[in-house]
T-cell receptor, first 114, second 113 residues
Framework: EAGVTQFPSHSVIEKGQTVTLRCDPI?????LYWYRRVMGKEIKFLLH????????ESGMPNNRFLAERTGGTYSTLKVQPAELEDSGVYFC????????????FGPGTRLTVT | EDQVTQSPEALRLQEGESSSLNCSYT??????LFWYRQDPGKGPEFLFT???AGEEKEKERLKATLTKKESFLHITAPKPEDSATYLC??????????????FGQGTILTVHP
């Protein structure tokens, strides 16, 4: 069974540019999550999809971040325009059901904003 | 607000030297406590889920235990390949954040041959 995949693995962009990160969850997992780890800090929750619906987006830092999950399969996270403080590693995770079972993480996308 | 504190920040062991990592948590209602292992440049890899105080889980040289305030990850006779960052996270039973994991900063474990 294929795990969670993320693309790209690394992105370097200039301040003010736009970047789109993609996540493909484990097949059959309805729940998809985005997390972020900035330098020196713990991994922090961004948002949670159940199928194509946003269940919880309480961790999204501001309106420069837009997450979508069309058709309840893969998800994209767009940052527009990017700021220096957006640099970090963005992780995607998926789980089979909501509210208790384990979340399986992808390898992450390292975003560097210069 | 949920809080997770892990100690120590870093731990160096000799191969075969057993030890424990600590995860202290504050949460209004615990739905689950999760342990993950993370290798450099990779995503967190799931190890264990604990749901209630007194519960224990084992996998190879690792054993996780849970009380009402903290969890321990015991490492018995570690090997160099156990070197990694170990992360603890909690899931709150209340509110509408059904899937939001709150992570600690992790413990960096280095096992020397």
């Amino acid at each position: 069974e294929a795990g969670v995949t993320q693309f790209p693995s690394h992105s370097v962009i200039e301040k003010g540019q736009t970047v789109t990160l993609r996540c493909d969850p484990i097949s059959g997992h309805d729940n998809l999550y985005w997390y972020r780890r900035v330098m020196g800090k713990e991994i922090k929750f961004l948002l949670h999809f159940v199928k194509e619906s946003k269940q919880d987006e309480s961790g999204m830092p501001n309106n420069r971040f837009l997450a979508e999950r069309t058709g309840g399969t893969y998800s994209t996270l767009k940052v527009q325009p990017a700021e220096l403080e957006d640099s970090g590693v963005y992780f995607c995770a998926s789980s089979a059901w909501t509210g208790g079972n384990e979340q399986y993480f992808g390898p992450g996308t390292r975003l560097t904003v210069t | 607000e949920d809080q997770v504190t892990q100690s120590p920040e870093a731990l160096r062991l000799q191969e075969g030297e057993s030890s424990s990592l600590n995860c202290s948590y504050t949460v209004s209602g615990l739905r689950g406590l999760f342990w993950y292992r993370q290798d450099p440049g990779k995503g967190p890899e799931f190890l264990f889920t604990l749901y209630s105080a007194g519960e224990e889980k084992e996998k190879e040289r690792l054993k996780a235990t849970l009380t009402k305030k903290e969890s321990f990850l015991h490492i018995t006779a570690p090997k160099p390949e156990d070197s990694a960052t170990y992360l603890c996270a909690v899931l709150n039973a209340g509110g509408t954040s059904y899937g939001k994991l709150t992570f600690g900063q992790g413990t960096i474990l280095t096992v020397h041959p």
